[in-house]
């Protein structure tokens, strides 16, 4: 049965790992692509052995996933096979890594340098690879809104950002400043 008949839903991913059990109709990849609320990178993931039939069902979910233009990576191998586990995180972490990504502000204090626009932020293009926001404000700015914070509630957000980090070599002196 497909997803929608089971009635699944596939939200908040980071990525998706598909283990080919054997050749599958398209209309079951549609339907699962289609229960996403993203387009999560999907790991296909093929078995060895003749009679699996793993690699002959993974090989249209890949071709359909390329036809649609939706990120997906491969692996080759038994899952208990340690380096195919391997190279199996690290693809997952990396879909972590771009989902968090996806949902950060990065600030750039100043304006860009005259004649130096090979080194500014290209804002164009972390928002097509990872879905961010560059947000500019100037040094003027910041200086304003640091003004506004009382003493009290800096030392409560620098402590807690230090102690989230494990250990801090800053001094609390430049850390409050």
Same mark, same amino acid.
């Given at each position: 049965?497909?997803?929608?008949?089971?009635?699944?839903?596939?939200?908040?991913?980071?990525?998706?790992?598909?283990?080919?059990?054997?050749?599958?109709?398209?209309?079951? %990849?549609?339907?699962?692509?289609?229960?996403?609320?993203?387009?999560?990178?999907?790991?296909?993931?093929?078995?060895?052995?003749?009679?699996?039939?793993?690699?002959?069902?993974?090989?249209?979910?890949?071709?359909?996933?390329?036809?649609?233009?939706?990120?997906?990576?491969?692996?080759?191998?038994?899952?208990?096979?340690?380096?195919? =586990?391997?190279?199996? %995180?690290? *693809? *997952?972490?990396?879909?972590?890594? =771009?989902?968090?990504?996806?949902?950060?502000?990065?600030?750039?204090?100043?304006?860009?340098?005259?004649?130096?626009?090979?080194?500014?932020?290209?804002?164009?293009?972390?928002?097509?690879? *990872?879905?961010? =926001?560059?947000?500019?404000?100037?040094?003027?700015?910041?200086?304003?809104?640091?003004?506004?914070?009382?003493?009290?509630?800096?030392?409560?957000?620098?402590?807690?950002?230090?102690?989230?980090?494990?250990?801090?070599?800053?001094?609390?002196?430049?850390?409050?400043?």
């Amino acid at each position: 049965a497909g997803a929608r008949e089971l009635g699944v839903s596939y939200t908040g991913l980071d990525a998706l790992c598909v283990v080919a059990a054997t050749w599958a109709e398209d209309y079951l %990849v549609h339907d699962l692509l289609a229960q996403l609320d993203a387009r999560p990178p999907l790991l296909a993931w093929a078995l060895p052995g003749l009679h699996t039939g793993s690699l002959c069902g993974t090989h249209p979910l890949r071709y359909l996933l390329r036809e649609m233009g939706h990120p997906h990576a491969f692996r080759y191998g038994p899952i208990e096979d340690k380096a195919a =586990r391997t190279r199996a %995180v690290a *693809f *997952f972490q990396a879909a972590a890594a =771009r989902r968090a990504l996806g949902k950060a502000r990065f600030a750039q204090i100043g304006a860009r340098t005259k004649g130096m626009s090979d080194v500014a932020a290209d804002d164009i293009g972390l928002s097509a690879t *990872f879905g961010t =926001r560059l947000i500019t404000r100037s040094q003027e700015w910041l200086t304003r809104q640091a003004e506004l914070i009382d003493g009290e509630s800096a030392a409560a957000v620098w402590r807690q950002v230090c102690d989230s980090a494990g250990c801090s070599r800053v001094p609390d002196r430049d850390g409050l400043l």
